[in-house]
């Protein structure tokens, strides 16, 4: 508590200086958090992860829950799950006692959900720095950056591919933002990279640019192998068998089918104890029925299939019930977003999860809007809010994403992490203590008069309110002297302001060293090195 | 279901055609609901309000509730509340048995709560068209346009007084909206019309231009007088003082005053047996406590004061709890919307609310931003979100809000009326039938195909997905090749369309003479007539 500055966070001009591994405050995020903590705005602290002590909000009775699982069960053991291309993993199901035929799984009544009782509620994510260590699963709440986008739309308004300078510093906002927990993955597509390459680069500023924990990659078992090795690099072999450092996707082929890229990446991290997020990527009305239930009757069986494999791999390796849920446009077959059928599937799985006893993902801040306007935060709000009251505890795409997740968006990722920031405030729920009551306010201050110089509101007037640090809530008159500038402005010159004065944090000289020259060595042994 | 045409709603082809009173048709508007439900698409259908079948969420346990009226109490007992420059209910409260000091008054533990036991907790606000009369309260939840901002942001960019004609539209828009169930109050101040007159011409635009149900003037009792009188020309004398076909908006003055300009509609509005809705309209931190459950104790109090004034005047007359929750920003005293804490006070407030028995009022979408931004659409959708959940029977400023309600916005109208019809369908929850569990589709298509052509899809796309009227899901491509416009402009493009198109409901000959003849004798009355 001897930092001198009680600075603004989100006013371009906090100093984050990334705390330095093994500082050793639990507290959540070291200097800046305890900063942020002071100066009680900015787009809210910085916490290690959201600690909820808000109550769920559950959709569906006992009665539907039972229902749907009942018919999940009737899907796996009639209709059963194709494991494409991959014989071992059908021969696991041989041995596990299914009943396989070519390709094709029928499950006996029960099976999957036997076999994920051995998988974690909750698990830590460790990162290199361990004040970052992230709780996933029971009342944790996780936020990580969009993933996937091949595009950005950058600060000079273009949209464009994306290459690895971008998703340097979308890992660098990430590490910057006080609500954000997790470097996430692909938080956009380097395509100035070589494909086989990529995921080099990737982890690399992962470990690099930030201290926050990260994910692995899963377009090939190869390059999830590379994604172990490197973390061995940071945290030493042993760390890395006998505890979780990556927690990483691995999508369904909607309907029914698991192929044997993705596949390949689950068994490697299972094998290695490393989480997978088994995620049946759902478009309704295309990937599944046009009905809540019937698409939650199908992300059940999904996920059964898929993430009991992990526990035919290596028993009690962690793994997510996971859910991406948009429906389609029945006039276009466009991806729709933020609409109200992918809220009631959230809700419902999220509650599905929790009886299957398993850490849970879905949500974000999801749009189809090409730009940052009031459409793509319609749609990234109602996402997210639901999100937050379903009790997710991964919620992948919290900041950035636009356009269905084609474009990463500077401005967005602004703009969304105030909206994180809310919600990490919102988790805490109502102070019932004392001085939540603010029975001395009401009674110094009395009828007919204010509150704002009270000594109840002098004393809380710091952490009080959560305090935006995109909104404007200056009068008319001020906002037009100021050059009406419309949210997404303000969004990009807060957006240059961290570039300019990010900082990575610290790294050991002899694990830089290490990972630059295993990356070296990788890449020389490929084809097509043009980087 | 003659209708030929399946015409789309929200597109601006529709025929919205407004329902003639005494249709008889009560499942939900008439040919515009008939129409609507069969496209399945624009922004929902027209429902005469919602009936919610989703579960409601609470952020209060028992034993914070408790503490909460506990201290609210207290602070009734200990602290009292102003009733300024009204002797009349000064006399009435010394009659109930409290406390009564100089205009302020003591009240014995339990006395308003007693008194609330005659208070409705569900009712029927009449509209003119029967098929448009809502419930208020119990499991219904009804919109309700902006209320009171002075000035509008017009469809040409600009910002400027409002006008009647600016009245007349936004009554227009709400009218034809289909998410939309009442026309409101003061949809936009008519600046343009002397202030004694305006509420003349703002009742008869209601009457006129809308056959949804609508509120009455608050601002001098003798102008509730007026809008009962009005009322009774259309209703009949009887209907009137045996049912409720007007709900009015009675502010408390916060913190912890009422004054006689409220009080004596209120007392106008109770004893012909009127709704009135009583808010403590608070900006945290200056009118209640800096804290969430301060600021809830100080409204209960508040309500409890004022709303059980409604039934020592008349015993039974409907009275909703109201609230409008705020905070400021402790910088600069601006409002704020769309934060965490106003959500938990009006989840809060819900609560107690349901407790006291009564129909509850808060939120709607609620805004700071000065243009339809992507500001303004996050604050909207986090106040609207917590304004369903909550289980919210009334929702003033349901669309088109702008800068803290300075600005009635014809865009942000267009968008938020979109946002209100997702609203409409999720509140119908998740449809376990057969076909909602879609068992034959999941088992017709079976791993690797897709859902698109399916039967199950075939039968159900029409209502499958909420279609939205604003949002663009196409490609970065179309999009751009269609002017690359942000979703403000394509809610532009739509109110010219509406109000192009705009037909107004069948209104009595005999009824509108009458109108308009009282109009002009009151108007004739007065000094000042300039209009």
Same mark, same amino acid.
């Given at each position: 508590? =001897?930092? /001198? ?34 100066? +009680?705005?900015?787009? *809210? ?21 039972? $229902? ?7 899907? @796996? ?5 194709? &494991? ?7 021969? $696991? ?8 035929? *070519? ?16 998988a974690p =509620?909750?698990y830590t994510q460790h ?5 970052? =260590? ?15 986008? /091949? &595009?950005?739309?950058?600060?000079? *308004? ?8 971008? &998703?340097?510093?979308?890992? #660098? ?11 996430? !993955? ?17 982890i690399?500023?992962?470990? #690099?640019?930030?201290?926050?924990p990260f994910m692995g990659s899963v377009?090939?078992p190869e390059r999830a192998e590379d994604t172990v090795a490197m973390a061995k690099l940071v945290f030493g072999d042993d760390f890395v068998e006998n505890n979780t450092v990556l927690t990483s996707?691995i ?12 596949l390949g990446a689950l068994k490697v991290y299972a094998r290695h104890n490393q989480a997978c ?17 019937? %698409? ?7 996920? @059964?299939?898929?993430?009991?494999v992990t526990q035919l791999v290596r028993p009690g390796a962690p793994v997510?019930?996971?859910? &991406?849920?948009? =429906? ?10 933020? %609409? /109200? ?24 801040? @999801? ?16 996402? @997210? ?5 379903? +009790? ?43 001085? !939540? ?9 009395? /009828? +007919? ?35 009406? #500038? ?20 610290? $790294? ?14 990788? #890449? ?8």
């Open positions: 508590m =001897s930092d /001198p500055a009680a600075v603004e966070l989100g006013t371009g001009e906090q100093e984050t200086g990334g705390p330095r591994r093994g500082r050793g405050d639990r507290a959540g995020g070291g200097a800046a958090a305890r900063r942020a903590a002071r100066s +009680g705005g900015g787009p *809210g602290q910085q916490l290690t992860y959201i600690r909820r002590e808000i109550p769920l909000y559950e959709v569906l009775n006992e009665e539907g829950l039972a $229902l749907i699982e009942k018919n999940a069960d009737t899907v @796996l053991e009639e209709v059963g799950i194709i &494991f494409r291309d991959d014989p071992e993993t059908l021969a $696991l199901w041989k041995d596990a006692g299914a009943d396989v035929r *070519g390709d094709r799984v029928h499950f006996p009544k029960g099976l999957p959900r036997s076999l994920l009782k051995t =509620s909750v990162a290199r720095n361990p004040e970052r =260590s992230v709780q996933i699963g029971g009342n944790a709440t996780v936020f990580a950056p969009v993933y996937g986008p /091949p &595009f950005v739309r950058d600060l000079d *308004g273009n949209r464009r591919y994306a290459t690895i300078e971008d &998703f340097r510093n979308f890992v #660098k906002l990430a590490y910057m933002a006080p609500s954000i927990h997790h470097s996430g !993955g692909t938080v956009c597509e380097p395509v100035d990279v070589p494909v086989n390459k990529r995921h080099l680069d990737m690399y500023s992962h470990i #690099k640019y930030s201290d926050k377009t090939a996707l999508n369904a082929n909607s309907p029914m089918v698991f192929d044997d890229t993705m997020i088994v995620t049946p990527f759902i478009l309704a009305g295309a990937m599944s029925p046009v009905t809540v239930a019937g %698409t939650l009757t199908q992300v059940l069986a999904e996920v @059964l299939a898929g993430a009991s997510l019930f996971g859910t &991406f849920a948009s =429906s389609i446009s029945m006039q276009s077959g466009a991806p729709t977003f933020g %609409t /109200p059928e992918p809220s009631l599937v959230s809700y419902g799985a999220a509650q599905l999860a929790r009886r299957l006893g398993l850490p849970f993902r879905t949500g974000g801040s @999801l749009c189809a809007s090409k730009i940052p306007d009031a459409q793509a935060a319609y749609e990234s709000a109602n996402t @997210l809010n639901s999100t937050i009251l379903a +009790g997710t505890n991964f919620v992948l795409h919290a900041a950035g994403w636009l356009e269905g997740g084609l474009a990463s968006c500077y401005e967005k990722f602004m703009m969304d992490i105030d909206q994180l920031g809310m919600q990490q405030k919102f988790a805490q729920g109502v102070d019932l203590s004392e001085n !939540g009551q603010a029975m001395d306010a009401i009674r110094q201050v009395g /009828p +007919g008069s204010h509150y704002l110089g009270c000594d109840h509101t002098q004393a809380n007037f710091q952490t009080a309110f959560y305090r935006s640090s995109i909104a404007d809530n200056n009068s008319f008159e001020q906002w037009e002297a100021e050059g009406s #500038k419309p949210a997404h402005q303000r969004a990009n010159e807060l957006a240059r302001r961290w570039l300019e004065t990010y900082e990575a944090p610290a $790294l050991d000289q002899g694990i830089d060293e290490a990972l630059l020259a295993f990356i070296r060595q990788k #890449k020389e042994s490929m084809p097509d090195a043009f980087t």
